[in-house]
T-cell receptor
Framework: NAGVTQTPKFQVLKTGQSMTLQCAQD?????MSWYRQDPGMGLRLIHY???????DQGEVPNGYNVSRSTTEDFPLRLLSAAPSQTSVYFC???????????????FGPGTRLTVL | GEDVEQSLFLSVREGDSSVINCTYT??????LYWYKQEPGAGLQLLTY?????DMKQDQRLTVLLNKKDKHLSLRIADTQTGDSAIYFC???????????FGAGTTVTVRA
């Protein structure tokens, strides 16, 4: 298994540009999520999905859109990039958060985004 | 809401024990996790503990949970240079989707 993959690894955007961060997993996980990591703030949840066709907002959803048309893929779209969106973005997946068990989340390697 | 706090930095000599502390506020937390992030990489789960446990040991790692004080700690025995990383504490409520993370503790191992 490749686990959780993310592309691109690095990206530089100008203010106002749009782009899509890709995330894919090959573990047949139901739950997928996007976090952003900023210095001194840990990881903050942007959006999450509990299965194909179902998405919901996390802690910091403004400026981001998601969709989940397949179990494997969960892209994150920046609609109009702003410097405040400069961050490291992580995608994560797990089998099912409702199973009641520890349900380990597996993280991708991250996308480092700079908005000028 | 959930709030997870950690000290930001820890420096330890190679071969000594490291203790990383974390406090949380959500009394409904059922699982508490420790993740490790090496430079330029994603997060890797180190260990977790269920809220009805006081201690969990896994090779060089010991997790202690004090539910009364909502305090969690991670002890790394015989700390090595490869243990230099950022360590995140995280909590999750039962049948909840969301993980709440602390800000992370940067551990530096010096020779």
């Amino acid at each position: 298994n490749a686990g959780v993959t993310q592309t691109p690894k690095f990206q530089v955007l100008k203010t106002g540009q749009s782009m899509t961060l890709q995330c894919a997993q090959d573990m047949n996980h139901e739950y997928m999520s996007w976090y952003r990591q900023d210095p001194g703030m840990g990881l903050r949840l942007i959006h999450y999905s509990v299965g194909a066709g179902i998405t919901d907002q996390g802690e910091v959803p403004n400026g981001y859109n998601v969709s989940r048309s397949t179990t494997e893929d969960f892209p994150l779209r920046l609609l109009s990039a702003a410097p405040s969106q400069t961050s490291v973005y992580f995608c994560a997946s797990s089998y099912s958060q409702l199973a009641g068990g520890p349900d380990t989340q597996y993280f991708g390697p991250g996308t480092r985004l700079t908005v000028l | 809401g959930e709030d997870v706090e950690q000290s930001l930095f820890l420096s330890v000599r190679e071969g000594d024990s490291s203790v990383i502390n974390c406090t949380y506020t959500d009394s409904s937390s059922t699982y508490l996790y420790w993740y490790k992030q090496e430079p330029g990489a994603g997060l890797q789960l180190l260990t977790y503990i269920f809220s009805n446990m006081d201690m969990k040991q896994d090779q060089r790692l010991t997790v202690l949970l004090n539910k009364k004080d909502k305090h969690l700690s991670l002890r790394i025995a015989d700390t090595q240079t490869g243990d230099s990383a950022i360590y995140f504490c995280a909590e999750r409520a039962f049948r909840d989707y969301k993980l709440s993370f602390g800000a992370g503790t940067t551990v530096t191992v010096r020779a």
